[in-house]
């Protein structure tokens, strides 16, 4: 079957839109085309500094023939409605229409629509041109003197030459022709910039992927990757040194460059009195080159590994020479930025912190400071901390945002307040809460488990969700410019994970006192009745983002979002651990055969109360009369009642004891009697003493369940 090859060759694309664009354009063509009936086999997308490219295979050289009967309106019907029929039939008359009889309804029109396919060149030039102008570039731009026009085409960098070619591979392919804003697609592509400029031409994806290769282009971008990663694991092995990975950095990398040439560089020895991460930072974000360490002992080396997209013709040595030029001069910066630094205790900075407002409806860092260190003392007990300890590395957490260091490398954050607090005599805990309070900082980042670490990171954490929910700064679709559902989530993995037992929802209302006081809008509207007034709600508001987030964390583990509602449901449900606990024993039970059964015979139950309760406007909550099942009740509706009261006893004993997988037991004895009660028991008895009875009876049933969970929240 023929495939297609398309690439869009334009000036150098930034590395970090690279991927995604590859992937935009594998999506919005093969979507164009599974929309319009044309199933292909497979498809591949490539990106590299000056293109993006797919390659699509087995698509049909046409698409399929269309043969439909479309109803017409009756014989006899107005000719409005008939005209409207042919126009939309395509028909010239209704001689060209059959009649067909319908018992029922009479005689009718039927038009026989017949359109052959569509060949797939004709269908991709009327799609891919489209694509081209709508390509969704994070940020794009306008060329020549096309750009004063309006609807001018826009790209991310100008757009030099289209290749679009189609056919099978025992064919010569066609050239697919279309135009997008005067440029023509063709058969031409073009190889690295300065080892081979000429025009190439290409025919299909196995030509154009060892041409270009030829012409010093590696197409592939995990291809180029690989060339990078194993040829400089290879320098760094044959220097006794160890390549610091560093895969941001590799993808990076690898889309600055078409024909990747790994060399190694060195810098002065002194310069390793620097952090380690300084050095790393300073190389990685100035120069896009890697660091190495010694084997054995795993410091840093003063060598580092550099990728150019040339071969030079004296082996790289004027390019290893000018980014070892560059580098020196960059470490000269951080070593006296260091120094520098080391001259002012971090207590000494923190008076600066006055001066930076952190939100202007919140106050500025050293406000937020303080209430941070107020809550990591309260927390302190939680985490298994000393209060002094947690309150000081808060105080100290922020102050090296006012360092040279960090105000020139700020990825440095918390790594240089842990350097300079080391240096400067603090307690190991202390220093290290300095580094660790900002973590984790996604899902593959490391949890802390330092106690004083994980008390300032929850106050941290908790401050920043507290504040921003207080002024109404939530986050609304996928913008979370404040990193809120970060914020949560490192909250949820910093409870579960160190299996700390926290309330959430009294140290939420708290703290929103604490903000109120800090900020001077709140205190102007937020009156102490409003704060009354406010501080359940909102907490309750974000305890409910918290089970949201809660949801997503444990999707990988395979427990359904709905076992989570069914539990936070619950009132006084703010306790994340003993949530996840619930949840899990939940999950287990509803596996097994008398958990399932038992929830089919609950909903049963809810169902039959939610009719009656609906017709009847009453409640049947109250417990049932068991002197009325005693002496009129049937044997089933007996031992109903009698599971009931034992499940009910022994679940919130188990519940009480936070044994939840007991509670799970005690539920599970009242399958058989509830099974046996809807079998034997018409719960709609005509005495309508034995109807109400029977109907708290059920309803007892859902408060038994109610135990655990509300199983009114649990689908499927």
Request: hydrophobic fraction near 45%; charged fraction near 30%.
């Given at each position: 079957?023929?495939?297609l ?31 319009r ?25 046409k ?12 014989v ?6 008939v ?17 067909e ?14 359109r ?10 009327e ?30 960098r ?8 189609f ?8 050239v697919?022709?279309?135009?997008v804003?005067g ?19 290409v ?45 941001a ?81 960059r ?50 007990d ?23 260091m ?21 307690d ?8 660790e ?41 996928s ?26 929802d ?117 417990a049932?009369d ?28 188990a ?49 038994a ?12």
């Open positions: 079957m023929p495939d090859l398309l690439e869009l060759f334009s000036e150098e694309i930034p590395a970090r839109m690279q991927r995604k664009a590859g992937e935009d354009l594998r999506r919005l063509v093969t979507d164009a085309l599974v929309e009936g044309f199933l292909y086999e497979g498809a591949k997308s490539f990106h590299g500094p000056r293109r993006i490219a797919l390659h699509v295979a087995g698509l049909p050289a698409g399929q023939d269309v043969r439909e009967e479309r109803k017409g309106p009756r006899g019907a107005p000719e409005k409605a005209e409207g029929f042919l126009k939309s039939a395509g028909l010239a008359s209704l001689d060209e229409a059959r009649i009889s319908d018992p029922k309804k009479g005689d009718f029109y039927v038009a026989l629509i017949e052959p396919g569509r060949p797939t060149p004709e269908v991709l030039a799609i891919l041109p489209d694509i081209v102008r709508r390509f969704p570039w994070p940020k794009s731009m306008r060329w020549g003197a096309a750009s004063a026009e309006p609807g001018a085409l826009t790209w991310v100008p757009l030099r030459a289209i290749v679009c070619m056919g099978p591979e025992t064919e010569e392919p066609e697919v022709r279309f135009s804003d440029l023509e697609s063709g058969d031409v592509t073009y190889g690295h910039r300065f080892h081979a400029p000429e025009p190439i031409r025919r299909r994806l196995d030509d154009w992927a060892a041409s270009l290769g030829k012409a010093k282009v590696e197409v592939d971008a995990d291809k180029r990757k690989d060339v990078i990663l194993h040829d400089a694991r290879d320098l760094a092995f044959a220097r006794g040194l160890e390549l610091v990975e560093d895969e950095l590799l993808e990076e990398v690898a889309g600055l460059v078409e024909w990747p040439v790994v060399m190694l560089g060195a810098f002065e020895e002194s310069f390793l009195d620097i952090p380690a991460e300084a050095i790393r930072a300073t190389i990685r974000a100035n120069q896009k080159c890697f660091v190495l360490r010694d084997r054995e002992t795993g410091k840093l080396a003063n060598s580092f590994v550099l990728v150019a997209n040339i071969e030079a013709r004296d082996g790289g040595k004027a390019i290893v020479a000018g980014n070892e030029r560059v580098v020196r001069a470490l000269s910066d951080a070593k006296f930025f260091f120094e520098t630094d080391k001259a002012t205790p971090l207590e000494a900075r923190l008076p600066k912190l006055e001066a930076i407002v952190f939100h202007d409806k919140l106050g500025t860092v050293a406000e937020r400071v303080e209430r941070v260190a107020a809550l990591a003392r309260s927390l302190a939680v985490a298994g901390a000393d209060a002094d300890k947690a309150e000081r590395a808060a105080r100290l957490s922020k102050a090296d945002l006012v360092t040279e960090v105000g020139e490398f700020p990825e440095l954050q918390g790594l240089m307040g842990r350097t300079y607090a080391a240096l400067q005599g603090e190991e805990a202390v220093a290290a809460a300095l580094e309070h900002y973590k984790p900082l996604g899902p593959s980042d490391r949890t802390p488990t330092a106690p004083v670490s994980v008390a300032v990171a929850l106050a941290d954490k908790l401050d920043l969700l507290t504040g921003f929910w207080a002024i109404d700064e939530k986050p609304t679709g913008r979370d410019p404040f990193g809120l559902r970060r914020a949560a989530l490192g909250v949820i993995r910093l409870v579960l994970e160190n299996r700390l037992r926290l309330r959430l009294p140290v939420l209302r708290m703290h929103l006192g604490a903000i109120r006081h800090a900020s001077p809008q709140l205190r102007e509207t937020w009156s102490d009745p409003d704060l009354a007034r406010e501080r359940p709600r909102l907490a309750a508001d974000l305890l409910a983002f918290f089970a949201d987030r809660l949801k997503v964390h444990l999707r990988e583990e395979g427990l359904q979002h709905d076992l989570i509602d069914a539990v936070f449901a619950l009132e006084g449900q703010d306790d994340l651990l003993m949530i996840v606990e619930r949840v899990n024993a939940l999950a287990g039970f509803l596996a097994t055969e008398d958990g399932a059964n038992l929830l089919a015979g609950y909903r049963r139950a809810a169902n039959i109360l939610r009719i009656e309760e609906k017709k009847d406007g009453t409640s049947y909550d109250a049932p068991a002197a009325l099942v005693a002496a009129r009740g049937e044997p089933a509706e007996k031992a109903l009642l009698s599971a009931l009261e034992r499940a009910q006893s022994e679940a919130s004993a519940i009480a004891r936070e044994d939840f997988e007991g509670a799970m037991r005690a539920l599970s004895h009242l399958r058989a009697p509830v099974d046996a009660f809807f079998d034997a028991v018409t719960v709609n008895a005509e005495d309508p003493d034995l109807r109400a009875n029977r109907l708290r009876l059920l309803a007892a049933l859902r408060r369940t109610r135990a655990v969970a509300d199983f009114d929240k649990i689908q499927g």
